[in-house]
């Protein structure tokens, strides 16, 4: 083979590897994308699961506390825990409306 032949064969076997390389990277990112959405949605669903816990004992640990300084303490904190639930899923109902198809 002359020089050029063989810098024109490096040049195509480089080219090759460059679009295998290519290839074998989105093919990764593809496979990363799906994982780490599927890591965010279970996250997101047990975030809301327990905001929705800490919802429903602060209701009910308000609703049995007889102490008229510290019902209002527990009638704040369970007005709160609601909030941070009800404000996660208005958060979460926005991430669903843009990642379903």
Do not use: C
């Amino acid at each position: 083979m002359t020089p050029e032949q063989i810098t024109a064969w490096t040049g195509i076997g480089t080219m090759i590897g460059l679009i295998a390389v290519g290839i074998m990277n989105r093919f990764d990112a593809r496979k990363q994308s799906r994982v780490s959405n599927s890591i965010h949605t279970l996250v997101n669903s047990q975030m809301s699961n327990q905001l929705r816990i800490n919802m429903l004992q602060a209701r009910q640990i308000a609703d049995m506390t007889t102490d008229p300084d510290r019902k209002k303490i527990a009638i704040d904190v369970a007005a709160e825990a609601t909030r941070l639930y009800d404000e996660h899923q208005r958060k979460q109902a926005v991430v669903d409306s843009e990642t379903q198809p």
